[in-house]
């Protein structure tokens, strides 16, 4: 299933993506369901939980018509990966860690896709990161990589927008993955069962229609698997939690610096993902502090 939040007037509402157009599953449920965060709570068993509202009256809506939240509306924990995928680290000529470098992202930070993003006054050298997201849907601490998926509700493309002139002003890459709105998720959350194999799924992420990343997720240093255990071994995973697990070469700052152009307001970023849809997000200036 591909379940999406989107507005209606002021209220968000739940939908089911379906090929004729979007199920208002608010609407179906007598607004007894209005978001994912909802069903997540549920554990990651989403399709038996919306069963019995999938046979309703409920309209189907035209997909370009609305305007999507973002696919996880209140995450507990974002946990960002880097240096996970083989490609980069071999054309950086970097040695292999033997776990991921792990940073964290603030709930403030999702966006849903086609929201715009403000590109922070105070830095010249934005850059994107197109990434496979997992979207937990049970408690998960201390769990072995055979059963890590298990504790998996699903998937979504991510862009973990970053910084790097404010990245590389600390030893810790968090000033420059925190800024506002440098979270973009979605379109959808498509559930586990969708999605037989994480690492196997295609990624194409670009600017303004210019493709730059084209990589797969069998690259991964650590699996998805992997990730969950290796994550679950220092903290507890929640259901809503969000972990992006890195994303390979092709980004702005790898590129010669000569024909580098970092992020500009106008811009347009998309992240697209086998199975899981496109995520756009285009880049705006930041207003002005009131």
Known sequence: ?????????????????????????????????????????????????LEPFLRTEAPLLPEEELCLAPCVLRPGKIIGVGLNYIRYMEQQKLPRPDFPHLFPKFGESVRGSGQAVALPRNSTQVDFEGELAVVMGKTARLVPSKTALDYVAGYCCANDVSARDLQNMTTSWLPGKCCDGFTPIGPYLVTRDEVPDPNALRV???????????????????????????????????????????????????????????????????????????????????????
């Open 1 to 49: 299933m591909k379940l999406l939040n989107f507005y209606a007037g002021d209220a968000l509402h739940l939908g089911l993506w379906r090929q004729e157009g979007v199920l208002d599953l608010t609407a179906a449920s007598h607004g007894a369901l209005t978001h994912t965060d909802d069903l997540l709570r549920t554990g990651p068993a989403l399709p038996d939980a």
């Open 204 to 290: 194409r992420a670009g600017v303004n229609g210019e493709i730059l990343q084209d990589f797969c997720t069998d690259d991964m240093i650590q699996p998805v698997a992997e990730l969950v255990a290796g994550i679950s071994r220092f903290f507890t995973l929640n259901p809503g939690d969000i972990l992006l697990t890195g994303t390979s070469v092709g980004h702005i700052m790898l590129q010669p610096e000569p024909e580098r152009k970092w992020l500009a307001p106008g811009d347009v970023v998309t992240v697209e993902i086998d199975a899981l849809g496109r995520l756009t997000t285009p880049f705006i200036p930041e207003p002005p502090s009131p």
